[in-house]
């Protein structure tokens, strides 16, 4: 169900958001008399324009893989995600497009979460700079992305149904995987009369794709590619930590509970 009070997409936010930003990078503009400041401003906001250009580039990737149609896309308030040639993409592709509303980041509590127990818990902490550094991770994604929409069961929340002793507890429903549950909506749109979302393609490629898949020699697959991540990042990213000051003492007991966690989850 789409949310009533989410703001529509648009480049900075209307007139009014425009202004202040224009008036902002006047004030730092002016600000900006020394050289090398100027200069830092000059390459962030070159790096800015990068990502904008890259992001329609991701997210043209990413569509093909969801196995139903993408009618609308919605992002936070981030100019990585609002800019003119997103836009332009997915008014191209027909795509609608909304925006959660600002300083409100329970509006993606859905994505957020997927942080965690996704990115964190699968790529951990460790930073990707070089090439070979940078292919682990789209390695690692293509196989994750196996795992957890195919062959990982997950609950959601049904309702919240409140005890004799007046406690109130969440009741979850039975689980199932993600591609389960997308089935179990083609089935229910077909049955009310509808077209249903997956079409008979696309369900044979993935069914042929599960059947093919084993599971275990996938997890072994996803782990030797942490292992190599973490060979090649543990390093550098512990070198930048001291030189920041970084707490990675805090960091480490993270990745550790994580990966005890992972352990349990396994057996």
């Given at each position: 169900m789409?949310?009533?009070?989410r703001?529509?997409?648009?480049?900075?936010g209307?007139?009014?958001?425009?202004a202040?930003?224009a008036?902002s990078q006047g004030?730092v503009?002016?600000?900006?008399?020394d050289g090398?400041l100027?200069?830092?401003?000059d390459?962030?906001?070159?790096?800015?324009q990068?990502r904008q250009?890259?992001?329609?580039q991701?997210?043209?990737?990413?569509?093909?893989?969801?196995?139903?149609p993408v009618t609308?896309?919605?992002?936070d308030?981030?100019?990585e995600s609002?800019?003119d040639?997103?836009?332009?993409w997915?008014?191209?592709?027909?795509?609608?497009?909304?925006r959660?509303?600002?300083?409100?980041?329970?509006?993606?509590?859905t994505?957020e979460?997927?942080?965690?127990?996704?990115?964190r818990r699968?790529?951990?902490?460790?930073?990707c700079?070089?090439?070979e550094?940078?292919?682990?991770?789209?390695?690692?994604?293509?196989?994750?992305y196996?795992l957890?929409?195919?062959?990982?069961?997950?609950?959601?929340?049904?309702?919240?149904e409140?005890?004799?002793d007046?406690?109130?507890?969440?009741?979850y429903?039975r689980p199932?995987?993600?591609?389960?549950?997308?089935l179990?909506?083609?089935?229910a749109?077909r049955?009310?009369?509808?077209r249903?979302?997956?079409?008979?393609a696309?369900?044979?490629?993935?069914?042929?794709?599960?059947a093919?898949?084993?599971p275990?020699?996938l997890g072994r697959?996803i782990?030797?590619i942490?292992?190599?991540?973490?060979?090649l990042s543990?390093e550098?990213?512990?070198?930048?930590?001291?030189r920041q000051?970084?707490d990675?003492?805090?960091l480490?007991?993270v990745?550790?509970?994580?990966?005890?966690d992972?352990?349990?989850?396994?057996k």
């Amino acid at each position: 169900m789409r949310r009533r009070d989410r703001a529509p997409a648009g480049p900075g936010g209307g007139r009014h958001g425009r202004a202040l930003r224009a008036q902002s990078q006047g004030r730092v503009r002016q600000d900006a008399d020394d050289g090398g400041l100027r200069d830092q401003l000059d390459r962030e906001r070159h790096r800015a324009q990068q990502r904008q250009v890259q992001h329609p580039q991701a997210v043209d990737l990413a569509i093909p893989l969801f196995p139903f149609p993408v009618t609308c896309f919605d992002s936070d308030n981030g100019t990585e995600s609002v800019n003119d040639e997103l836009i332009d993409w997915l008014q191209h592709k027909d795509i609608e497009q909304t925006r959660s509303r600002p300083y409100r980041k329970d509006d993606q509590a859905t994505v957020e979460s997927r942080n965690n127990h996704v990115v964190r818990r699968f790529a951990f902490y460790w930073r990707c700079d070089t090439e070979e550094q940078r292919d682990l991770p789209d390695r690692l994604w293509a196989k994750t992305y196996l795992l957890l929409n195919l062959f990982t069961p997950t609950r959601k929340p049904a309702r919240i149904e409140q005890g004799r002793d007046g406690r109130r507890r969440t009741v979850y429903d039975r689980p199932r995987t993600p591609w389960a549950r997308v089935l179990e909506y083609d089935a229910a749109s077909r049955a009310d009369g509808g077209r249903g979302y997956v079409d008979d393609a696309t369900r044979t490629r993935i069914e042929n794709l599960i059947a093919s898949t084993n599971p275990a020699r996938l997890g072994r697959e996803i782990a030797a590619i942490q292992d190599e991540l973490e060979r090649l990042s543990r390093e550098r990213t512990e070198g930048m930590a001291r030189r920041q000051g970084l707490d990675m003492g805090y960091l480490g007991k993270v990745i550790e509970r994580m990966r005890a966690d992972a352990e349990q989850d396994n057996k």
